[in-house]
Protein backbone atom coordinates (compact mmCIF):
# COMPACT_ATOMS: atom_id res chain seq x y z
CA UNK A 1 0.00 0.00 0.00
CA UNK A 2 1.24 2.98 -0.72
CA UNK A 3 -0.08 6.86 0.56
CA UNK A 4 -0.09 10.26 -1.29
CA UNK A 5 -0.55 13.44 1.02
CA UNK A 6 -1.56 17.09 0.40
CA UNK A 7 0.50 18.26 2.52
CA UNK A 8 4.19 17.39 4.04
CA UNK A 9 3.60 15.81 7.32
CA UNK A 10 5.90 13.01 9.27
CA UNK A 11 4.66 9.38 7.21
CA UNK A 12 7.70 7.60 8.41
CA UNK A 13 6.18 3.70 8.51
CA UNK A 14 4.69 4.43 4.53
CA UNK A 15 5.58 5.11 1.16
CA UNK A 16 4.61 8.14 -0.03
CA UNK A 17 3.95 8.98 -3.65
CA UNK A 18 1.08 10.20 -6.50
CA UNK A 19 -1.76 7.52 -5.50
CA UNK A 20 -2.21 7.75 -9.67
CA UNK A 21 1.11 6.60 -12.55
CA UNK A 22 0.77 8.54 -15.39
CA UNK A 23 -0.35 6.50 -18.58
CA UNK A 24 2.24 5.05 -20.00
CA UNK A 25 3.73 6.25 -23.37
CA UNK A 26 1.63 9.44 -22.90
CA UNK A 27 3.41 12.76 -23.02
CA UNK A 28 3.04 13.45 -18.91
CA UNK A 29 4.92 9.83 -18.79
CA UNK A 30 7.63 11.30 -20.92
CA UNK A 31 8.05 14.47 -18.98
CA UNK A 32 8.86 12.64 -16.49
CA UNK A 33 11.91 9.95 -18.35
CA UNK A 34 13.36 13.63 -19.61
CA UNK A 35 13.09 15.68 -16.25
CA UNK A 36 14.53 12.37 -14.71
CA UNK A 37 17.53 12.71 -17.60
CA UNK A 38 17.71 16.39 -17.22
CA UNK A 39 18.30 16.52 -13.35
CA UNK A 40 20.67 13.99 -13.80
CA UNK A 41 22.37 15.67 -16.06
CA UNK A 42 22.59 18.97 -14.18
CA UNK A 43 22.92 18.04 -10.84
CA UNK A 44 24.76 14.52 -10.56
CA UNK A 45 28.07 13.60 -12.17
CA UNK A 46 26.64 9.84 -14.04
CA UNK A 47 27.00 11.63 -17.00
CA UNK A 48 30.81 11.70 -16.49
CA UNK A 49 31.74 15.61 -16.36
CA UNK A 50 34.41 16.23 -14.41
CA UNK A 51 35.42 13.10 -14.09
CA UNK A 52 38.08 10.18 -15.70
CA UNK A 53 36.04 8.45 -18.10
CA UNK A 54 37.58 6.83 -21.41
CA UNK A 55 34.58 6.81 -23.49
CA UNK A 56 34.02 4.78 -27.01
CA UNK A 57 31.56 3.79 -29.52
CA UNK A 58 30.83 0.77 -30.74
CA UNK A 59 31.21 0.08 -34.52
CA UNK A 60 27.43 0.49 -35.44
CA UNK A 61 24.64 2.49 -34.08
CA UNK A 62 21.32 2.39 -35.62
CA UNK A 63 20.21 5.91 -36.84
CA UNK A 64 16.53 6.81 -35.68
CA UNK A 65 16.59 10.38 -36.70
CA UNK A 66 15.38 10.46 -39.25
CA UNK A 67 12.67 12.97 -40.79
CA UNK A 68 10.24 10.29 -41.73
CA UNK A 69 10.07 8.43 -38.34
CA UNK A 70 9.32 5.32 -40.52
CA UNK A 71 12.70 4.86 -41.51
CA UNK A 72 15.83 3.80 -40.19
CA UNK A 73 19.70 2.94 -40.73
CA UNK A 74 22.61 1.68 -39.73
CA UNK A 75 25.53 3.84 -39.31
CA UNK A 76 29.09 2.48 -39.09
CA UNK A 77 30.91 5.00 -36.26
CA UNK A 78 34.04 5.15 -37.75
CA UNK A 79 32.71 7.34 -40.45
CA UNK A 80 29.89 9.33 -38.46
CA UNK A 81 32.63 11.90 -36.46
CA UNK A 82 29.40 14.12 -35.05
CA UNK A 83 28.26 10.93 -33.11
CA UNK A 84 28.10 12.41 -29.46
CA UNK A 85 25.31 10.22 -27.89
CA UNK A 86 23.52 7.65 -28.16
CA UNK A 87 21.18 5.19 -26.11
CA UNK A 88 21.63 1.68 -25.69
CA UNK A 89 18.61 -1.57 -25.01
CA UNK A 90 19.03 -4.37 -22.74
CA UNK A 91 16.57 -7.04 -23.37
CA UNK A 92 15.68 -10.39 -23.32
CA UNK A 93 16.19 -11.98 -27.02
CA UNK A 94 13.63 -14.94 -25.62
CA UNK A 95 12.35 -17.84 -26.86
CA UNK A 96 12.00 -17.50 -30.53
CA UNK A 97 12.63 -19.82 -33.76
CA UNK A 98 15.70 -19.13 -35.75
CA UNK A 99 13.31 -18.37 -38.98
CA UNK A 100 11.45 -14.99 -36.91
CA UNK A 101 15.21 -14.04 -35.34
CA UNK A 102 16.56 -13.75 -39.59
CA UNK A 103 13.99 -11.73 -40.26
CA UNK A 104 15.19 -8.92 -37.76
CA UNK A 105 18.90 -9.32 -37.01
CA UNK A 106 21.89 -7.81 -39.01
CA UNK A 107 23.55 -10.02 -41.12
CA UNK A 108 26.14 -10.36 -43.88
CA UNK A 109 23.12 -10.43 -46.24
CA UNK A 110 21.61 -7.47 -45.11
CA UNK A 111 23.97 -5.06 -43.93
CA UNK A 112 24.26 -3.22 -47.03
CA UNK A 113 20.48 -2.57 -47.29
CA UNK A 114 20.28 -1.71 -43.56
CA UNK A 115 22.70 0.73 -44.22
CA UNK A 116 20.76 2.48 -47.22
CA UNK A 117 17.34 2.70 -44.54
CA UNK A 118 14.91 0.19 -44.18
CA UNK A 119 11.45 0.61 -42.35
CA UNK A 120 10.74 0.53 -38.63
CA UNK A 121 8.21 -2.25 -39.65
CA UNK A 122 11.00 -4.64 -40.19
CA UNK A 123 11.57 -4.67 -36.58
CA UNK A 124 10.03 -6.98 -33.19
CA UNK A 125 7.97 -4.62 -30.65
CA UNK A 126 10.54 -4.53 -27.89
CA UNK A 127 12.71 -2.99 -30.36
CA UNK A 128 9.87 -0.71 -31.80
CA UNK A 129 8.99 0.19 -28.30
CA UNK A 130 12.68 0.85 -27.33
CA UNK A 131 13.35 3.69 -30.67
CA UNK A 132 10.22 5.08 -29.56
CA UNK A 133 11.73 6.05 -26.17
CA UNK A 134 14.92 6.92 -27.53
CA UNK A 135 13.42 9.66 -30.02
CA UNK A 136 11.53 10.86 -26.68
CA UNK A 137 14.75 11.29 -25.15
CA UNK A 138 16.03 13.79 -27.92
CA UNK A 139 18.63 11.04 -28.90
CA UNK A 140 18.90 10.07 -32.64
CA UNK A 141 21.09 6.95 -32.32
CA UNK A 142 20.20 3.08 -30.24
CA UNK A 143 22.22 0.37 -29.65
CA UNK A 144 20.73 -3.25 -30.13
CA UNK A 145 23.15 -6.04 -30.02
CA UNK A 146 21.09 -8.25 -33.10
CA UNK A 147 20.91 -4.86 -34.58
CA UNK A 148 24.25 -3.76 -34.58
CA UNK A 149 26.34 -6.78 -34.41
CA UNK A 150 26.29 -9.02 -38.13
CA UNK A 151 25.03 -12.26 -36.41
CA UNK A 152 26.18 -14.72 -38.91
CA UNK A 153 29.70 -13.60 -38.77
CA UNK A 154 31.75 -15.28 -36.19
CA UNK A 155 34.51 -12.73 -36.25
CA UNK A 156 32.48 -9.93 -36.11
CA UNK A 157 30.76 -11.12 -32.92
CA UNK A 158 33.53 -11.66 -30.90
CA UNK A 159 35.04 -8.02 -31.82
CA UNK A 160 31.77 -7.03 -31.16
CA UNK A 161 31.18 -8.82 -27.54
CA UNK A 162 34.88 -7.96 -26.45
CA UNK A 163 33.41 -4.31 -26.56
CA UNK A 164 30.64 -4.53 -24.38
CA UNK A 165 32.47 -2.96 -21.38
CA UNK A 166 31.81 0.47 -23.67
CA UNK A 167 28.72 0.21 -25.15
CA UNK A 168 26.67 -0.03 -21.70
CA UNK A 169 29.26 2.27 -19.78
CA UNK A 170 29.21 4.93 -22.83
CA UNK A 171 25.95 5.00 -23.34
CA UNK A 172 24.54 8.43 -22.75
CA UNK A 173 21.36 6.24 -21.14
CA UNK A 174 20.41 2.78 -21.06
CA UNK A 175 16.76 1.12 -21.33
CA UNK A 176 16.08 -1.48 -19.68
CA UNK A 177 12.87 -3.85 -21.15
CA UNK A 178 12.43 -5.64 -18.04
CA UNK A 179 8.74 -6.27 -18.12
CA UNK A 180 9.48 -7.25 -22.36
CA UNK A 181 10.26 -11.36 -21.99
CA UNK A 182 11.33 -11.45 -25.93
CA UNK A 183 12.04 -9.64 -28.64
CA UNK A 184 8.35 -9.37 -29.74
CA UNK A 185 6.41 -8.64 -26.56
CA UNK A 186 7.11 -4.84 -26.02
CA UNK A 187 7.70 -2.65 -23.03
CA UNK A 188 5.05 0.44 -23.69
CA UNK A 189 1.98 -1.13 -22.62
CA UNK A 190 1.20 -1.38 -18.85
CA UNK A 191 -1.89 -3.83 -17.81
CA UNK A 192 -2.84 -2.42 -14.10
CA UNK A 193 -4.94 0.23 -12.91
CA UNK A 194 -4.56 2.79 -9.89
CA UNK A 195 -7.05 2.14 -7.48
CA UNK A 196 -6.98 4.83 -4.61
CA UNK A 197 -9.09 5.81 -1.75
CA UNK A 198 -9.24 9.76 -0.27
CA UNK A 199 -9.39 10.34 3.31
CA UNK A 200 -9.59 13.44 5.18
CA UNK A 201 -7.85 13.91 8.31
CA UNK A 202 -8.72 15.55 11.29
CA UNK A 203 -6.52 18.89 10.41
CA UNK A 204 -8.49 18.77 7.63
CA UNK A 205 -5.98 17.04 5.41
CA UNK A 206 -6.76 15.23 2.12
CA UNK A 207 -4.94 11.55 1.86
CA UNK A 208 -5.02 8.63 -0.54
CA UNK A 209 -4.46 5.57 0.41
CA UNK A 210 -3.59 3.54 -2.89
CA UNK A 211 -2.97 0.11 -3.53
CA UNK A 212 0.09 0.30 -5.93
CA UNK A 213 3.40 -0.14 -4.17
CA UNK A 214 6.48 0.49 -5.97
CA UNK A 215 8.70 -2.65 -5.56
CA UNK A 216 12.19 -2.28 -7.08
CA UNK A 217 13.23 -5.96 -5.96
CA UNK A 218 10.20 -7.80 -7.50
CA UNK A 219 9.94 -5.34 -10.23
CA UNK A 220 13.33 -4.92 -11.46
CA UNK A 221 15.87 -7.50 -9.79
CA UNK A 222 13.87 -10.31 -10.04
CA UNK A 223 12.23 -9.81 -13.60
CA UNK A 224 13.25 -12.17 -16.21
CA UNK A 225 15.83 -9.95 -17.66
CA UNK A 226 17.96 -10.04 -14.43
CA UNK A 227 18.30 -13.79 -14.52
CA UNK A 228 20.17 -13.76 -17.64
CA UNK A 229 23.65 -13.70 -17.59
CA UNK A 230 24.84 -10.82 -20.53
CA UNK A 231 22.72 -8.31 -18.25
CA UNK A 232 24.66 -8.44 -15.31
CA UNK A 233 27.49 -6.59 -16.73
CA UNK A 234 24.81 -4.41 -19.11
CA UNK A 235 23.15 -3.24 -15.71
CA UNK A 236 26.62 -2.88 -13.83
CA UNK A 237 28.35 -0.67 -16.31
CA UNK A 238 25.44 1.49 -17.18
CA UNK A 239 25.62 4.75 -15.85
CA UNK A 240 22.01 5.76 -16.11
CA UNK A 241 19.08 2.88 -17.11
CA UNK A 242 15.51 3.27 -17.37
CA UNK A 243 13.77 0.14 -16.14
CA UNK A 244 10.38 -0.44 -17.87
CA UNK A 245 8.53 -3.12 -15.13
CA UNK A 246 5.08 -4.58 -16.00
CA UNK A 247 4.23 -2.24 -13.05
CA UNK A 248 6.56 0.19 -12.56
CA UNK A 249 8.95 2.62 -14.30
CA UNK A 250 11.96 3.51 -12.79
CA UNK A 251 15.10 5.42 -13.09
CA UNK A 252 18.53 4.08 -11.83
CA UNK A 253 21.63 5.85 -11.55
CA UNK A 254 24.54 6.81 -9.12
CA UNK A 255 22.25 8.79 -6.47
CA UNK A 256 19.65 6.37 -6.01
CA UNK A 257 16.04 4.92 -7.87
CA UNK A 258 13.21 6.80 -8.25
CA UNK A 259 10.24 6.09 -8.92
CA UNK A 260 7.14 6.48 -11.34
CA UNK A 261 5.20 7.80 -8.53
CA UNK A 262 8.10 10.00 -7.37
CA UNK A 263 8.74 8.22 -4.48
CA UNK A 264 13.10 8.22 -4.01
CA UNK A 265 13.97 4.64 -2.76
CA UNK A 266 16.23 5.10 0.37
CA UNK A 267 19.41 4.07 0.25
CA UNK A 268 20.33 0.75 -0.73
CA UNK A 269 22.29 -1.85 1.16
CA UNK A 270 25.89 -1.36 0.72
CA UNK A 271 26.51 -4.01 -2.09
CA UNK A 272 23.93 -2.28 -4.11
CA UNK A 273 26.26 0.79 -3.56
CA UNK A 274 28.94 -0.58 -5.65
CA UNK A 275 26.35 -1.62 -8.25
CA UNK A 276 24.84 2.01 -8.80
CA UNK A 277 28.36 3.16 -9.16
CA UNK A 278 28.24 5.28 -12.44
CA UNK A 279 31.74 4.81 -13.14
CA UNK A 280 32.12 1.39 -12.03
CA UNK A 281 34.47 0.28 -9.92
CA UNK A 282 35.64 3.22 -8.73
CA UNK A 283 34.14 2.98 -5.61
CA UNK A 284 35.87 0.01 -4.78
CA UNK A 285 38.76 1.76 -4.64
CA UNK A 286 38.14 3.22 -0.76
CA UNK A 287 36.19 0.04 0.46
CA UNK A 288 38.96 -1.58 1.64
CA UNK A 289 39.48 -5.80 0.94
CA UNK A 290 37.51 -7.10 3.46
CA UNK A 291 34.01 -5.13 1.34
CA UNK A 292 35.94 -5.52 -1.66
CA UNK A 293 36.28 -9.71 -1.41
CA UNK A 294 32.24 -9.60 -0.19
CA UNK A 295 31.32 -7.79 -3.02
CA UNK A 296 33.20 -9.34 -5.87
CA UNK A 297 32.21 -12.54 -4.27
CA UNK A 298 28.41 -11.67 -4.29
CA UNK A 299 28.90 -10.17 -8.20
CA UNK A 300 30.41 -13.60 -9.52
CA UNK A 301 27.99 -15.88 -7.21
CA UNK A 302 24.93 -14.16 -8.71
CA UNK A 303 26.37 -14.08 -12.03
CA UNK A 304 26.97 -17.58 -11.81
CA UNK A 305 23.08 -18.59 -11.41
CA UNK A 306 22.22 -16.47 -14.29
CA UNK A 307 21.16 -18.20 -17.56
CA UNK A 308 22.62 -18.12 -20.94
CA UNK A 309 21.86 -19.26 -24.19
CA UNK A 310 24.86 -20.56 -25.05
CA UNK A 311 27.14 -21.92 -21.79
CA UNK A 312 30.38 -21.00 -23.91
CA UNK A 313 29.69 -17.39 -23.37
CA UNK A 314 30.07 -17.91 -19.47
CA UNK A 315 33.82 -16.23 -20.12
CA UNK A 316 32.45 -13.87 -22.82
CA UNK A 317 29.61 -12.61 -21.04
CA UNK A 318 31.28 -11.11 -18.07
CA UNK A 319 34.57 -10.28 -19.94
CA UNK A 320 33.97 -6.32 -19.97
CA UNK A 321 33.09 -6.16 -16.42
CA UNK A 322 36.27 -8.13 -15.11
CA UNK A 323 38.38 -6.25 -17.30
CA UNK A 324 37.33 -2.84 -15.81
CA UNK A 325 37.91 -4.60 -12.14
CA UNK A 326 41.10 -5.63 -13.01
CA UNK A 327 42.14 -1.89 -15.30
CA UNK A 328 40.34 -0.03 -11.83
CA UNK A 329 41.66 -1.97 -8.86
CA UNK A 330 45.12 -2.49 -11.02
CA UNK A 331 45.16 -6.25 -10.96
CA UNK A 332 46.04 -9.00 -12.98
CA UNK A 333 43.02 -10.93 -13.15
CA UNK A 334 42.36 -14.87 -15.39
CA UNK A 335 38.87 -16.63 -15.65
CA UNK A 336 37.40 -14.79 -12.59
CA UNK A 337 40.42 -15.19 -10.90
CA UNK A 338 42.07 -11.77 -9.20
CA UNK A 339 45.71 -12.06 -8.09
CA UNK A 340 45.82 -9.74 -5.01
CA UNK A 341 42.51 -12.24 -4.24
CA UNK A 342 44.19 -15.47 -5.48
CA UNK A 343 43.52 -17.73 -2.74
CA UNK A 344 40.23 -16.58 -1.69
CA UNK A 345 38.89 -16.64 -5.18
CA UNK A 346 40.22 -20.29 -5.26
CA UNK A 347 37.72 -21.26 -2.86
CA UNK A 348 34.79 -21.61 -4.83
CA UNK A 349 32.13 -24.86 -4.17
CA UNK A 350 28.83 -25.90 -6.44
CA UNK A 351 25.77 -24.22 -4.91
CA UNK A 352 23.57 -26.93 -3.69
CA UNK A 353 23.35 -30.39 -3.64
CA UNK A 354 23.54 -30.68 -8.22
CA UNK A 355 26.92 -31.60 -9.23
CA UNK A 356 27.84 -28.75 -11.71
CA UNK A 357 28.85 -29.40 -15.34
CA UNK A 358 31.87 -28.98 -17.40
CA UNK A 359 31.58 -26.84 -20.47
CA UNK A 360 33.57 -27.79 -23.67
CA UNK A 361 34.89 -24.64 -24.87
CA UNK A 362 36.23 -24.49 -28.30
CA UNK A 363 39.37 -23.03 -29.28
CA UNK A 364 39.38 -21.61 -25.23
CA UNK A 365 41.01 -23.22 -22.52
CA UNK A 366 39.53 -22.34 -19.48
CA UNK A 367 40.91 -24.12 -16.23
CA UNK A 368 39.47 -26.41 -13.79
CA UNK A 369 39.83 -24.09 -11.06
CA UNK A 370 38.31 -21.35 -12.33
CA UNK A 371 34.39 -21.50 -12.04
CA UNK A 372 33.54 -20.34 -15.59
CA UNK A 373 35.34 -23.57 -16.45
CA UNK A 374 31.68 -25.35 -15.53
CA UNK A 375 27.79 -24.81 -16.07
CA UNK A 376 25.55 -24.22 -12.99
CA UNK A 377 25.79 -21.88 -9.56
CA UNK A 378 28.34 -21.67 -7.45
CA UNK A 379 29.29 -20.16 -3.57
CA UNK A 380 32.55 -19.44 -2.14
CA UNK A 381 33.63 -20.67 1.12
CA UNK A 382 33.31 -18.45 4.30
CA UNK A 383 36.52 -17.32 4.92
CA UNK A 384 36.54 -14.81 8.28
CA UNK A 385 39.08 -11.69 7.73
CA UNK A 386 39.35 -11.97 12.11
CA UNK A 387 42.66 -12.03 13.50
CA UNK A 388 41.77 -14.27 15.68
CA UNK A 389 40.77 -17.11 12.63
CA UNK A 390 44.93 -17.29 11.92
CA UNK A 391 44.67 -17.27 8.14
CA UNK A 392 47.59 -18.18 6.54
CA UNK A 393 47.90 -18.35 2.27
CA UNK A 394 50.42 -20.54 0.66
CA UNK A 395 52.79 -18.38 -1.40
CA UNK A 396 54.07 -21.02 -3.36
CA UNK A 397 50.25 -21.22 -5.03
CA UNK A 398 50.31 -18.48 -7.51
CA UNK A 399 49.61 -17.71 -11.31
CA UNK A 400 51.87 -19.59 -13.67
CA UNK A 401 54.24 -17.17 -15.21
CA UNK A 402 54.28 -19.17 -18.97
CA UNK A 403 50.60 -20.29 -19.47
CA UNK A 404 47.52 -18.15 -18.44
CA UNK A 405 45.41 -20.93 -17.76
CA UNK A 406 47.86 -22.57 -15.36
CA UNK A 407 48.64 -22.26 -11.21
CA UNK A 408 51.61 -23.57 -9.77
CA UNK A 409 51.96 -24.98 -6.45
CA UNK A 410 53.03 -28.13 -3.87
CA UNK A 411 51.25 -31.36 -3.99
CA UNK A 412 49.68 -32.89 -1.29
CA UNK A 413 48.33 -36.68 -0.46
CA UNK A 414 45.67 -37.44 2.13
CA UNK A 415 47.49 -39.24 5.11
CA UNK A 416 45.66 -41.70 7.49
CA UNK A 417 42.20 -40.65 6.49
CA UNK A 418 38.91 -42.04 4.61
CA UNK A 419 35.39 -40.48 3.53
CA UNK A 420 31.96 -41.07 4.12
CA UNK A 421 28.85 -39.41 2.19
CA UNK A 422 27.28 -37.05 3.94
CA UNK A 423 24.50 -34.48 3.37
CA UNK A 424 26.00 -32.01 0.85
CA UNK A 425 29.33 -33.50 0.40
CA UNK A 426 31.67 -35.62 2.18
CA UNK A 427 32.89 -36.12 5.92
CA UNK A 428 36.76 -36.55 6.43
CA UNK A 429 37.30 -39.33 9.54
CA UNK A 430 40.36 -40.49 10.76
CA UNK A 431 41.19 -44.29 12.10
CA UNK A 432 38.67 -43.81 15.34
CA UNK A 433 36.23 -42.56 12.57
CA UNK A 434 36.68 -39.04 14.39
CA UNK A 435 35.56 -36.21 12.13
CA UNK A 436 38.62 -33.96 10.40
CA UNK A 437 36.99 -32.22 7.59
CA UNK A 438 35.20 -32.11 4.55
CA UNK A 439 35.63 -32.77 0.86
CA UNK A 440 33.03 -31.65 -2.15
CA UNK A 441 33.32 -32.72 -5.47
CA UNK A 442 32.98 -30.46 -8.26
CA UNK A 443 31.45 -33.20 -11.17
CA UNK A 444 32.35 -36.26 -10.26
CA UNK A 445 32.29 -38.32 -6.98
CA UNK A 446 35.08 -40.47 -5.85
CA UNK A 447 35.37 -42.72 -2.17
CA UNK A 448 39.06 -43.57 -2.54
CA UNK A 449 41.02 -41.11 -0.99
CA UNK A 450 44.36 -42.66 -3.02
CA UNK A 451 43.13 -42.01 -6.43
CA UNK A 452 43.30 -38.11 -5.06
CA UNK A 453 46.05 -35.81 -4.37
CA UNK A 454 45.56 -32.03 -2.60
CA UNK A 455 46.97 -28.66 -3.28
CA UNK A 456 47.17 -26.72 0.12
CA UNK A 457 45.60 -22.77 -0.36
CA UNK A 458 45.92 -21.85 2.80
CA UNK A 459 45.14 -22.45 6.80
CA UNK A 460 43.34 -21.65 9.48
CA UNK A 461 43.68 -22.10 13.32
CA UNK A 462 46.03 -22.54 15.51
CA UNK A 463 48.41 -25.56 17.37
CA UNK A 464 46.54 -28.61 17.52
CA UNK A 465 43.38 -26.93 15.72
CA UNK A 466 45.18 -26.08 12.11
CA UNK A 467 43.33 -26.86 9.30
CA UNK A 468 43.97 -26.89 5.89
CA UNK A 469 42.03 -25.18 2.73
CA UNK A 470 42.75 -27.59 -0.28
CA UNK A 471 41.42 -27.92 -3.61
CA UNK A 472 41.54 -31.61 -4.11
CA UNK A 473 43.34 -32.67 -7.32
CA UNK A 474 44.10 -35.56 -9.57
CA UNK A 475 46.88 -35.91 -12.77
CA UNK A 476 46.09 -35.17 -16.32
CA UNK A 477 48.03 -37.47 -19.48
CA UNK A 478 50.92 -34.43 -18.94
CA UNK A 479 53.32 -35.24 -16.68
CA UNK A 480 53.42 -32.68 -13.83
CA UNK A 481 49.61 -31.18 -14.45
CA UNK A 482 46.79 -31.87 -12.31
CA UNK A 483 43.61 -30.45 -12.40
CA UNK A 484 41.03 -29.73 -9.87
CA UNK A 485 38.21 -32.26 -8.86
CA UNK A 486 37.01 -30.53 -5.79
CA UNK A 487 37.67 -28.68 -2.62
CA UNK A 488 38.09 -29.11 1.23
CA UNK A 489 38.50 -27.88 4.68
CA UNK A 490 41.02 -30.90 6.39
CA UNK A 491 43.06 -30.98 9.76
CA UNK A 492 46.26 -30.41 9.31
CA UNK A 493 47.44 -34.05 10.21
CA UNK A 494 46.09 -35.79 7.44
CA UNK A 495 47.84 -33.90 4.85
CA UNK A 496 51.45 -35.20 3.87
CA UNK A 497 53.47 -32.67 1.51
CA UNK A 498 55.14 -33.99 -1.58
CA UNK A 499 58.24 -33.22 -3.33
CA UNK A 500 58.26 -31.16 -6.31
CA UNK A 501 56.31 -28.22 -8.00
CA UNK A 502 53.22 -28.88 -10.51
CA UNK A 503 51.12 -27.14 -12.64
CA UNK A 504 46.89 -26.99 -11.72
CA UNK A 505 45.46 -26.16 -15.21
Known amino acids: MAVARSSDTNYHSVQIGFPVLPEIASPIYFDLLRAWLRRCDESHKCNGDGVEFERTLPSRLL ?23 YV ?121 ICEDMDDFENDVDKALLNTRGWVLQERVLSRRTIHFSANHTYWECGEGVCCENLNMLKSPKWKQYFVLDPIFPK ?32 VTAIFGLQSRIESTLRCEG ?3 VLKDFLHRNLLWQRHGTEKIERIVYNNLKVPSWSWMAYRGGIKFVDVPFAASANIRWQIELKFDGERN ?8 KFWKCTIIRGETGYVVLDYRETERGWLQFDVEDSTDLDLQKCVVVGRTGRKQEIKYFILVVRPTATNGEYERVGIGLIQESHVSKLKGAIRIV
Open 63 to 85: YVGNSDPNILALHNTATQIEIER
Open 88 to 208: ALSHCWGDLSKEVKEQFCSSTKNICSRQEGFSIEDLPRTFQDAIRVTRELGQQYLWIDSLCILQDDKEDWERESRLMEGVFSSAYCVIAASSAVNSEAGFLRRDITSRYVPIVGAMGRQIY
Open 283 to 314: RLLEAGPERTIDFLNSLFEGYSMRGLTQPTDR
Open 334 to 336: RYG
Open 405 to 412: YALTGSLG
